[in-house]
């Protein structure tokens, strides 16, 4: 390295965010060095092969930040106090049935050893956690950008590992900035759709009829958003002045559609295929929360193995629905001078894609 603090440290560079973030922040400064975190050194090298990243730029170090000291030597863990600048924290577990004390192992105790390594190393001006607007968890209503508490409660772990995350970030020893993406449901406003997840997964159990109830009113807003924008924001706020301390939800906001609406716009691209419409599906049947989970504990008692199997996959992540929340996006906005992709646009698009590949590119990966 040509001089000292010249570099970021990326961790999660192999997923979602990470990977739409690294080249963006490749372009937005030639002179950048990025340190990228990974686990399978020949892996990460036929992947960097394949996506043209230049290793003069970009140097991958073995590790895993579930492993106090991210399982760095001595020796390198000196090299890099006197390069590292900026920390960039996209690693996560985003598996929302994983058990909560699994869930903190990644989410949690990985924040807890980059920042012990932080606080070492001090060069280090900026913490970037890439947290998740869902730390909002149960709670209902206008979601400010800030610490919103955890009273509410948490629908599952992935939520709860992700908000002790962020307070651990927020009591830390280094500057830090808080960026909380919604569902991430597309690669871009193209629609495009490399990494499967729980909302995809949903929505394959109703367009194939095997879930005929969905918590939630019609008017409920769902935020949906795009990996690029981001990975756009995650860009912005490692270079961005003034804004340590400050939260950013880079989310739909006051764009994100209703329940309801997003349901219409998914049959109505369903319906396109005749065979599909042949079949005459219904739309599943909104109701209260406490109803839906009544369901829930009537097909746990007498339903058969299938049914079990799909409720089961759904209450990690369709209670949200019926647990209605705007988030605020006027810090974010003002920083990116731009709201985010409208879901009107790409939302039709990503089911298009779903459907064109029959689901299955989005079922390899996952698996």
Known sequence: MSTPYDSVLLTGATGLVGRHTLPRLLAADRELRVFVLTRDLPAWRARAATRSIPAGRVTPLEGDITEPGLGFGRSLRRALQNRVHTIVHAAADTVFSRPLDEARSVNTAGTAHLLELAAGWPGVRRFVQVSTAFVAGRLRGHVPE???????????????????????????????????????VSDGADGHVSQFNAVHRALRLYHNGLASMMPGEASNPVDVVTADYVADSVTRLVAAPDVEGLTFHACAGAAALGLGDLLDRAYAVWCESPEWKRRAIPRPALTDLATYQLFERTVEDTGDARLRAI?????????????????????????????????????????????????????????
């Not at 800030?146 to 599952?156: E, I, K, L, Y």
């Not at 089961?312 to 906005?333: I, Y």
């Not at 003002?334 to 779903?354: G, H, N, Q, V, Y």
């Open 311 to 367: 409720t089961r996959s759904l209450s990690h992540f369709v209670p949200q629905l019926a647990l209605p929340k705007r988030f605020d996006t006027t810090v974010m906005d003002a920083l990116m001078e731009r709201p985010a992709p409208a879901p009107t646009d790409f939302w039709p698009r990503m089911i298009r894609c779903l459907v064109d590949s029959q689901w299955a590119a989005a079922s390899r990966r996952a698996a």
């Open 146 to 184: 800030r610490d919103n508490g955890a009273g509410a409660g948490f629908v599952n772990g992935y939520e709860q590992s992700k908000y002790e995350a962020e307070a651990l970030v927020r009591n830390g020893p280094v500057p830090w900035v808080v960026v909380r993406p919604s569902a991430i």
